[in-house]
C-alpha cells in the first residue's frame, strides 16, 4: 500500500503486483481503485514503444504485462494493481493497430484489428473507428477503440488498406467515405473531399 511518505513505486514492484493478478487473462482493472501512488517514468511513444526512464523497454511479456494492467481516468492513464495506482505518460494512445482482418462485405462487415502487444478488438457500436486530421496539414490520424477508453492508432500500412475497401454512404445528411463494421458505419471524409 502506498503512503505518503514511501518513495514512488519501482516498475519490478508493479511488475510483481501485476504478475500476481493477471494469471493469463485481462485483470479486471476496472474494478480497482487502489490508492495514487505517484508517477512512475514510463512513457508509451506514438508509435507503441514502451519506454522506462527513458530506455524502451526490450522484452516483449513485460510491455504486455503492463498493457493489460492500463486503465484511462479523467484524461490520464495509469498502470493499476489491487494494491497501487502509478501515473504515465502516454504521447497519443496506448496502443498501436499494426493489422486487421476483414470478414463480409458492406454491412455485414467485421473489422478486427490486432494491437502491437496482441490485444484484438472488432470494430463496432462499442468498440467505434475514429478519424482525427491535423488542422495545419490535414494528415488523419486514425483510432479504434480497444478497451474500457483505451484506442489504439491505426497503422499507415492498415489505414491504407482500410482505405481499399471503404464505401461511400450516407451519413447525418451528408455523403460521406468511411467504413463498415459491426453493422455500424465509421465515416473518414466527406466524399466532396475526394473529389
Known sequence: MCAQNIV????????????QAAKGKLPPVHKW????CGDLDIRIARDGTWYYLGTP????ELVRLFSSILKKEDGRHYLVTPVEKV???????PFVAVDFEAEGEGRD???TFTTQ???????GPDNPIRVERDAQTGEPSPYVHVRAGLEALIDRKSFYRLVEIGRHEEHDGARWFGLWSGGAFFPIIPSAELG
Not at 523497454?57 to 516483449?60: A, Y
Not at 502487444?117 to 470494430?123: I, N
Open 109 to 111: 462487415q467485421l473489422l
Open 117 to 123: 502487444v496482441g490485444d484484438r478488438s472488432t470494430a
Open 8 to 19: 514512488k513505486p519501482s516498475a519490478d514492484s508493479l511488475a510483481q503486483h501485476a504478475s
Open 87 to 93: 501515473g504515465i505518460t502516454v504521447d497519443d494512445a
Open 33 to 36: 481503485d487502489p490508492p495514487y
Open 57 to 60: 523497454i526490450g522484452r516483449p
